[in-house]
């Protein structure tokens, strides 16, 4: 057995010093930075590529159906295939076979030559609307301009529904596709790839120059490595100052800032989700000076926007291809865009948000001069501020969540820093960001408004935050919840039976959603901008339809929405991480309703034995406070034999006792699950809305519960010490949460690098 002045402990106070922290996470990020550049390169898609600028699909394989597509290589050492399958959202059932052949020359007859490579592939295993290598063979000699051709075909004769093939208008020397014998109006996606490099840092010098093509002016290689080199030493300096509070928020902020910039460089223009509607709020506002959404705004984007767009081959609904890298190119396509006007627009997709994302926003667009790519760079600048104020907020998150433990604040708030999907939403523009922090707000205050008896300020703030979440998007409502009950528990705490002091709050908070939200809704019915409503159309309108397309074949389209598109879909081309990550994520996720769960049930079983053994009016904050185990009413004390004996009375406790005591753990616990619950049901309730309409199942995506981020990272630490009673403390909990979302981190932005510009 080991004595308190042991060797283990005395061991656990070296590793907890800050210094020796510091260190070890410092060697933790270089270490996992090294493993990710040596990893084997995979293959690189050329400088010039054929350019399909993607606009629907191919018709669906019937059984005997085939596919052929010429490709013609633009680069040294021919190596892969890629193609980009449409599964109609894993829906496909079928086999089919891929062929490479070398090219005879002889399109009137319509047969191939020699066999390159050849596979077999089953639709149900090929990933919908992604680009995947298909074959891969030895490098090839042939020179620069060698045609081959792709030959697709269904091999298997079920009655399933098949695959269809991405396809788009050719450009430049892309071919024609067939279809049978028929010639089709479009070529097909296929990508030719080219030889790998070792190790993925052999090809650095492409990714890096590829990045600095069209982004902005800190997206150069040795910015870029230096402002990645900057995340890992703030992460050290963050555990540094850890006992410093106000060192430690100014080093968050300043991480948060830097990990802005690196994803702001490393996703392309228009690389993030929907961010051509959102940057043509933004533009319309510069340029035009008037509100989008107006009755008379009749274009969607301005003709700069929609030459900009095109040149980089990306759209909300298929998978998109690239710009070409070459500096002819480049020039080119600079040269064509800037001759276009940046007037007119005002009608996209976005244009009925309400507008203080994008009139802020606005202020940053003139940075980028008349550089529509530079006008993108400089905007987004206003999400990273905005992730940069996310970043403070969890840090006084922290204190509230995890009062008395240093270690579980630093570890909770780099946590939700790094977490991957946050990282990419507040680093390219889109209004989300604004949303997450109303989220990330309305915690905090929630939490703040239980530890208050009368708090006339910030009932006001509570009715502002609301307002201010739905000038977002509608989903934003589900800040409401914890604010609620916040205010709900700081009352009945406080025992506050003024019924004007409560009505009062109550309408303090109503003043100030009127004077946001409410205010809008003045302004917008003024100058006739309609509000958001739910199209009308036809489809499956029932519950059961409903829920079975919410939860898709083995829980793919949930395990999609919570695992994918809240921790790692990087923007319209579909960007997951690799399995198992999604499959333990959504496991995680599960896991934590389910305790959850477990917890209301345990803290309903505890309030009924309670007030069963004559205990109901028993002081509810004699437990509870930081270290100890629950909040549900005053601890029975026991003699040597472990039997219960009489209590002291409690100490009676004034209002502004309640008020600088820590909130109890299960407070802790109840306002940010409530927050997890009302984001969940806000949005399947919209979805729901939208389906019985519509019959479509495409509104929602895991990322607009992005505002409830500090809740789900929180949450496990707290259970864990509550069904533990303490014994296990939530710096264990936060730690790992830490250590997974950097390595999350940096994995996706590796993907990111690799998709993008690999």
Known sequence: ?????????????????????????????????????????????????????????????????????????????????????????????????????????????????????????????????????????????EPVGTVFEVVVERVDTDDTPGVALWAGEPDGDAALAWFGEEETELSANVRPLYDPQARWWDQLDVVSDRMAAYGPAWGGAAAFAVTLASVGALLAGATLVSRRPRAFLVVVAVLALVRGLVWSAAVPTFGGMDEPAHFSNVQFLAEERAL???????????????????????????????PVYTPEGEREVQDEVAQESPDGGGGGPAAAYPPPYYLAAALFYPLGGDDIYAQVAATRLWSVALGVAGAVLLVLLARRLFPARPGAQVAFALAGVLQPMAAHQFAIVNNDAWVIVCGFGALLLGLELARRRRAPWLALLAGVIIGFALLGKPFGAAVAVPLALGWLIGKVRHRERSWRVLAGEAGLVTLGFVATYGLW???????????????????????????????????????????????????????????????????????????IAAWLVLVVVVAVRRRAAGRGDADPEATGTAGTPGALGAPRTTGATGTAVAEAPAPVRTADDLATQELPLDVRIAIPASLVAAIVVTLYAAAWVYYASTGQNDLLQGRYALLALPAILALPGLLVERFTRGRVSPLVVNVVLAVAMGGLFLLGLKRTLEYFYG
């Not at 690189?44 to 596919?67: I, Y």
């Not at 989008?292 to 926007?305: F, H, K, V």
């Not at 159309?537 to 999609?560: H, M, N, P, S, W």
């Open 521 to 595: 809704r003045v302004v917008a019915m003024v100058v006739d901008i309609p509000a958001q409503r739910v199209p009308d159309g036809a489809g499956a309108r029932g519950l059961r339809a409903f829920v079975d397309a919410q939860i898709g074949v083995g829980g793919e389209t949930a395990k999609r929405m919570w695992a994918d598109q809240l921790w790692g879909n990087f923007g319209w081309v579909r960007i997951p991480f690799p399995e198992p990550i999604p499959s333990l994520v959504f496991a995680g996720l599960l896991a934590l309703l389910a305790a």
């Open 292 to 322: 989008p959404g107006q009755a008379d705004n009749e274009d969607i984007y301005s003709d700069r926007l929609h030459a900009a767009q095109d040149s980089v081959n990306i759209s909300a609904t298929a998978p998109g291809d690239r």
């Open 1 to 141: 057995m080991t004595t308190p002045g042991g060797p283990l402990p005395a061991l656990r106070r070296v590793l907890l010093r800050p210094v020796v922290v510091a260190v070890l996470v410092a060697l933790a990020f270089v270490a996992t930075v090294a493993v990710l550049v040596t990893r084997t390169g995979g293959t690189l898609v050329g400088d010039t590529t054929s350019n399909v600028r993607v606009t629907g699909v191919l018709p669906q394989l019937e059984p005997g159906d085939r596919v052929a597509q010429q490709i013609t290589t633009s680069n040294d050492r021919f190596t892969a295939v890629q193609l980009t399958f449409g599964t109609f959202l894993g829906a496909a059932d079928c086999d089919v076979r891929v062929t490479l052949h070398e090219d005879d020359g002889d399109d009137a007859e319509r047969t191939s030559g020699a066999v390159v490579a050849t596979d077999v592939l089953s639709c149900t295993e090929v990933p919908d609307t992604t680009p995947v290598d298909v074959l891969t063979f030895e490098p090839r000699d």
